[in-house]
């Protein structure tokens, strides 16, 4: 009886960390944090702590040190691009988090580069124990070998916001669709709410990825009518009748106003491309605010045209860059595929076989174990 509890406690213990651990992937939309320089060894603590009371001390040790390993495979990676980042914090029943600011993370190479190196840490972090139980013959060794398989294994499925996920972005975010169909039968036949979790976060994502092209359009738009009215300001600007200048301005935007207006009256409510609207009524926006800063001003020419020149430039800046990212952000070379591809391959299999090695220990020494 004891052993058959003893063998339900791993089990659960295994089902677990493996499930929560999973949450720890919300690093890669989680902004920077400022926590001091002992938060990730005074987190870690508490964590074992945790693990220890439900799990007892050797299992507590096998899980935080895998993480801790897989987490400082991130940061490693992170550091190697430059890219800054909070401490790994740990969290009890839950695993581990650390900030990355996705802005900072400048294409989908850097993605795989950083995603990339959690895993690979956590392969690494197997072969001590490995060697250890050839020294030893001690089956808690099989243990560590086969829960960090696991672990870094179920991460490297193509689901973002899972390191698999992430590191697909260098080959196709279509595979993320792929992963999302593979995971729903999952769900199904063995229903759990961390993949549920995970299922939720993941057609979230590929959504937003989905999303992406119109948000290209409407940002493009954006960004042609704020040239225009750039353009028209720069315009004025050479109308020697200062007074006038305004005026014309007004004139000008007052037509858009009332164009826009009627546009948006005739084709709200009707089956019109929503993109067409909502680049209307940004557009409506833009004039709104560039006619409150004219009334605001009054007859203060020079103060209100550098105003305006100010709020222009710093927006077209911010469109320029964030159009740049969506347009270049997943362009990869067919090269940069193939080596991701095979790198991505080679880590799956290395990681089954010690898998497969895991359970091979365990089941040897099953006599001992129970």
């Not at 030893?136 to 698999?164: C, H, K, M, Q, R």
């Not at 992406?212 to 009215?229: A, N, R």
């Not at 409506?284 to 105003?307: A, R, S």
């Amino acid at each position: 009886m004891e052993a058959k509890a003893k063998a339900n406690k791993s089990i659960w213990g295994w089902l677990t960390v493996v499930g929560l651990f999973l949450l720890s992937k919300l690093k890669w939309v989680v902004g920077i944090f400022k926590i001091g320089k002992f938060a990730t060894l005074g987190s870690m603590f508490v964590s074992l702590g945790g693990y220890a009371m439900v799990f007892g001390w050797k299992f507590a040790l096998a899980i935080v040190y895998l993480i801790f390993v897989h987490e400082m495979g991130h940061l490693a990676a992170a550091k190697m691009k430059g890219i800054p980042t909070s401490p790994a914090i740990f969290l009890p029943f839950v695993g581990a988090i650390i900030g990355i600011d996705p802005k900072n993370i400048k294409n989908a190479k850097q993605e795989f580069f950083i995603a990339y190196g959690g895993p690979l840490a956590g392969l690494l972090s197997i072969l001590p124990a490995g060697l250890l139980y050839l020294f030893t013959s001690d089956p808690y060794w099989g243990l560590v070998i086969e829960l960090g398989a696991l672990i870094n294994l179920f991460n490297l499925f193509p689901v973002s916001p899972l390191d698999g996920g992430r590191i697909v972005t260098v080959l196709s975010t279509k595979i993320w669709l792929i992963g999302l169909l593979i995971l729903v039968p999952i769900i199904f036949i063995s229903p759990d709410p961390i993949l549920f979790l995970i299922l939720i976060f993941g057609a979230i994502t590929w959504w937003h990825r989905y999303q992406e092209k119109d948000k290209t359009k409407l940002l493009s738009s954006e960004q042609t009518f704020l040239t225009e009215l750039e353009n028209e300001r720069k315009a004025m600007l050479q109308i020697e009748e200062r007074g006038n200048r305004i005026i014309m301005l007004k004139n000008h935007l007052l037509y858009k106003h009332r164009k826009l207006q009627s546009y948006l009256q005739q084709h709200t409510n009707t089956s019109k491309n929503k993109i067409e609207i909502k680049q209307a009524k940004l557009k409506e926006e833009w004039v709104q605010k560039t006619m409150n800063k004219l009334d605001f001003y009054e007859e203060e020419d020079y103060p209100v045209f550098q105003d305006l020149a100010e709020t222009y430039q710093t927006r077209l800046k911010e469109l320029d860059e964030e159009l740049d990212r969506l347009q270049t952000y997943y362009e990869t070379s067919l090269k940069t595929k193939v080596i991701s591809l095979l790198l991505y391959l080679g880590l799956i299999l290395f990681l089954v076989v010690f898998l497969l090695l895991g359970m091979a220990i365990l089941e040897y020494n099953q006599h001992l174990i129970l």
